[in-house]
């Protein structure tokens, strides 16, 4: 659990109006204890030039849509831009709200974005103590990256089923640890467990599995980065940089210096969504 003050549903949606004054634009998003994150990559997204001194978390998709309803696309006379991932919305056809202030990431998550082979390098240079062109053979980095994402489109495609009989019980929220060994290798083994009990409960699986590889094919265009929880990659890669180069750090220390080195130019479709509202 995380520390620190705990805010209900409501007195998040009323933060709003007591902190709005301070902003140029109202940011709401999903999610609680990553406003560092998000102010970090609006303030590199928009060169330092957005007054931005407030983010609003609603601890989760359904707090931001309940504060749309309330506020709708400006308050206080400002902008307000309602920021939310991509999840499996898509692939599962929910309900999803059509806004231009309402912005959905074309990737699964914000921490999909982070996920950076020359921002990696970059950190690990440092660590090791020597030039990036000189641990690219030994990180491997595509190879680790390639493996990870094959295996864990398995499991996803099986979250997906989950999730469609299985509403009210936790997938994707399970820690990643759970199919992530010490390595960072994905263990496949326990996500064939996964598999076995969902075929165990689930009559039509064949059917339903088929289904939603085919979604996954045709209205994602096979792109694992928006099926795959950034969450489990980062948690990988973390793990696989310190066992390979027997190297200690952090993780949450290396996800903050990914969110600070990551190539901004994959979020200049959001940039461009936002100065038009503003306009």
Known sequence: MEEGLFYSEEALINRVIFLSDSNEINIIVEDEYKEYEYENILNRLFSYQLILNNIFPMKGKPGVKKAFEEYGAFYDGKPTIYLVDGDFDIIMNKDMVEHPNYIYLDKYNIECYYVD??????????????????????????????????????????????????????????????????????????????????????????????????????????????????????????RYLRKKTSVTFKEDDFRYYLVSEFDIEKLFFLKERILNIMK
């Not at 992530?180 to 699986?205: C, F, H, W």
Request: aromatic fraction near 14%; charge should be neutral.
């Open 117 to 238: 082979k020359d921002a990696t390098l970059r950190f690990m240079s440092g660590k090791l103590k020597k030039r990036q062109k000189d641990i690219v053979n030994e990180i491997e980095y595509e190879a680790w990256e390639n493996d990870t994402y094959d295996k864990l489109k398995k499991l996803f495609i099986n979250y997906l089923i989950g999730q469609t009989i299985f509403p009210n019980e936790k997938n994707v929220g399970i820690s990643p640890y759970t199919y992530i060994d010490s390595r960072g290798r994905v263990n496949e083994s326990k996500i064939d467990e996964y598999v076995i009990q969902l075929q165990n409960r689930v009559p039509n699986y064949d059917e339903l599995f088929m289904y939603y590889s085919d979604r996954f094919e045709q209205l994602l265009d096979g792109d694992v980065t928006r099926l795959v929880c950034g969450k489990y990659i980062i948690a990988s890669l973390a």
